[in-house]
């Protein structure tokens, strides 16, 4: 089977927003309130780490890689004194679907089509080295459809997000210099990261000087061409590792996926919650295409 990593990339940029609507929508800061947590970080960090258990805040700097561990520990362990993981996991389903019926993905033949051919790709990806997606790949699957399709995005996802953590451990990248060089080649705003993941100027500056010394930062602080090309390369790398996670799909699933995924896609995005600035550095610019684009 010959297919180019592009699908794995284009895949992603239709699976993604069905489950990164979990940490913007407002049921889900709603639902995850009422279950006991306090605060969008302690939701954030105590939804997405359930599926590992009640862990502490090193399990979780070091799987989710790039937040600073100091605010990683205003949250975890803290949160399980609030609620436990199996409500977190209750929350963040329940409150994931309400919030796609609202953009207006509902049970239907496309739903249940690209939910089944999710879940296939999803029950049959490479788990070696991939211990988010193995914590959520053991949970129950759902029944209902909706649910299936958004908790298939999340393995989908979350497997993706675990190669690409191996490629920048494997090629020397630490998990806070990752979001430095993924603000310098513009993929996401730099005053977003510095919100989003806790920087002070003596902390990005220190990150700068490192990528410097390796050649990928210029003087007036732009990543030079050999920056751009080792950005690419980790981007490109991300793509091939995940790209196996659909062998299981043949050419004619993959074209049913991208028909039915795409629409659905557009309809989440379309919803508003989703900013278009995200550290996932989202594509949107072919979303309007849903041709699998396979030869």
Known sequence: MSRTPTVARRLFDRFEPVHALTYFAPESREALGQAGFRGFWMCYFAARAAPLGAVGADVVTAVFFNFAPSHVARALPAAWEFASPADALG???????????????????????????LAAAAAT?????????????????????????????????????????ATLVANGVGGRDCNVLHALADRVPREFIVRSREYDDQEWQSCVARLTDRGFVDARGALTDSGHAFKQHLEDTTDRLSLSAFDTLDDDDLRVLFRTLTPLTRAVVAGGDIPSATPMGLRRDDLDDDDAHLS
């Not at 993905?105 to 739903?111: A, T, Y």
């Not at 991939?130 to 399709?149: G, I, Q, Y």
């Open 91 to 117: 929350a963040r389903e329940t409150s994931a679907v309400a919030a796609l019926n609202r953009c207006g993905v509902v049970d239907g033949p496309d739903v249940r089509s690209a939910a089944d051919l």
């Open 125 to 165: 990806a490479p788990l070696d080295g991939r211990p988010l997606f193995a914590a959520n790949r053991a949970l129950p699957w759902p029944d209902e459809p909706v649910a299936r399709l958004w908790h298939a995005s999340t393995l989908l996802r979350e497997q993706r997000g675990d190669a690409h953590v």
